[in-house]
Nanobody
Framework: QVQLVESGGGLVQAGGSLRLSCAAS????????MGWFRQAPGKEREFAAA????????YYADSVKGRFTISRDNAKNTVYLQMNSLKPEDTAVYYC???????????????????WGQGTQVTVSS
């Protein structure tokens, strides 16, 4: 069974940093696309970043580009989201998602992802 487990969320002040982790298990992920999404209360789930597992090709939403970095550790089957220069508007539940072999890394559509983690809360204070 595919399982995605996020960790690393917490409370930080504006301008601070956090690194989220997504431990993936249950299938071979090489060649697939992994993504990070976030959802604030009362808002739609929005795309943050994605990575093609094998080659490491990345894509970022304009709202996080230059501040967030997505990466992966193949040996650990873990995807990371390094978040720097955090802003209060970054406050949300962050979800790790796993797509299939045809999930385009540059596509921000959550419907293209097949599996989701439980989410981890990120709160950025002023």
């Amino acid at each position: 069974q595919v399982q995605l487990v996020e960790s690393g969320g917490g409370l930080v002040q504006a301008g601070g940093s956090l690194r989220l982790s997504c431990a993936a298990s249950g299938r071979t992920f090489s060649g697939y696309t992994m993504g990070w999404f976030r959802q604030a209360p009362g808002k739609e789930r929005e795309f943050a970043a994605a990575i093609r597992w094998g080659r490491g090709t990345t894509y970022y939403a304009d709202s996080v580009k230059g501040r967030f970095t997505i990466s992966r550790d193949n040996a650990k089957n873990t995807v990371y989201l390094q978040m720097n220069s955090l802003k209060p508007e970054d406050t949300a539940v962050y979800y790790c998602a796993a797509g299939g072999p045809y999930t385009v890394v540059a596509s921000p559509n959550p419907s293209e992802y097949d599996y989701w983690g439980q989410g981890t809360q990120v709160t950025v204070s002023s």
